[in-house]
């Protein structure tokens, strides 16, 4: 229900004065679609006369050139139908403008006391606006292809490093193999492990699709598993187990914490369990919350009277884990007896 104005009896008045207030262009158009009135800013926009506009058809205007087929089909068709639309886009070589996208706003006006009909027809210019939005798909469409080249090159990159690594251990491996001196087979079998260890990152990265995180849980697993193939022996079974939460972590870390398990497995390995032990076992458990995680590697051997130090049993590989858990800003526990734990923490878990 409409609320009468007081004191204005010439609705037409009325309507003239809000056409020639509205900014943006507009038009009033009989049911034969013949301009009745025009507002101030569609002629200074189209940079049509008054004198040649009003009274003539929309589709005459200007020679002919608003014998547009969209604006026909909003008119003719759709108008009709619905009454109204918003919204319609139009692109369109507009006369005394050149090539403009306009969205075009119609409403059908039907009387109560007259059978007449009008249509009130309004433009909004938004050629900028299109542009911009072109630019942006333009310049999306670009970066999108620049990550795309660089996420193959990241996977290239990847694949060489992988397979360098490889070709490193097993270089490692033959040499342990040649060399008569103990004590260098066994440092050079040490590398092996250490190289392996990066390697799984890697293999790891190569799965995630050069995604820079790794779940942790399957990382150590396939880790420990491939320690365990290499160095536990025949007679001296040795059950490594994995427990771990479903956290990520980025490759940087990986590789740090990914060391620092070597180490202590390999040591664990070699020195928890001298004499046969049915239940011998290696637990690696990893914790996270947030930015906080608790890395515990332990077993269930003999253990070890002095822990004041870090147990990896001396040398290069105490040197290693003290460095990457510096490096990692955590720091590093050891208790011992029964069996041997080693515990690094970062943050509070």
Avoid at 70 to 98: K, N, Q, S, W, Y
Avoid at 133 to 157: C, G, N
Wanted: charge should be negative; glycine fraction near 6%.
């Amino acid at each position: 229900m409409t609320t009468p104005i007081p004191g204005i009896e010439d609705a037409q008045t009325l309507a003239q004065a809000i056409v020639e207030t509205i900014h943006e262009p507009l038009v009033v158009l009989d049911a034969r679609f013949r301009v009745l009135l025009a507002s101030r800013a569609f002629y200074a926009t189209f940079q049509v006369d008054p004198a040649q506009t009003v009274g003539r058809l929309l589709y005459d205007l200007g020679d002919g050139q608003w014998n547009i087929p969209a604006l026909r089909l909003l008119l003719e068709t759709i108008i009709p139908e619905h009454t109204a639309m918003d919204g319609f886009e139009v692109d369109h070589d507009f006369p005394g403008l050149g090539r403009r996208t306009m969205l075009l706003n119609a409403r059908m006006v039907v009387y109560d006391t007259s059978p007449n009909t009008t249509i009130l027809l309004a433009f909004t210019d938004i050629t900028a606006r299109r542009v911009i939005e072109r630019e942006k798909a333009d310049l999306l469409e670009r970066t999108e292809e620049l990550l795309r080249q660089k996420q193959i090159l990241l996977q290239e990159m990847q694949h060489r490093v992988a397979n360098s690594l490889q070709i490193i251990a097993s270089i490692l491996l033959i040499k342990a193999r040649a060399v008569t001196s103990e004590e260098t087979r066994d440092h050079l079998k040490d590398a092996h492990q250490r190289v392996l260890s990066v390697a799984e990152v890697q293999s790891h990265l190569h799965a995630s699709g050069g995604l820079d995180r790794i779940a942790v849980g399957s990382y150590l697993t396939k880790l420990c598993d491939s320690l365990g193939a290499s160095m536990i022996a025949d007679i001296q079974p040795i059950d490594i187990r994995v427990i771990a939460d479903d956290g990520m972590i980025g490759s940087d870390k990986a590789v740090s914490i990914g060391l620092i398990v070597t180490e202590l497995v390999i040591n664990a390995i070699k020195y928890a369990f001298p004499e046969p032990q049915a239940d011998a076992h290696v637990q690696v458990r990893y914790e996270s919350a947030g930015e906080a995680w608790s890395l515990v590697v332990s077993d269930n051997g003999v253990g070890k009277a002095d822990i004041a130090a870090p147990a990896t049993g001396g040398g290069l590989g105490t040197a290693i884990v003290e460095a990457l858990v510096r490096q990692l800003d955590a720091h590093i526990e050891v208790a011992s007896r029964p069996g041997m734990t080693v515990t690094i923490r970062h943050g509070d878990v």
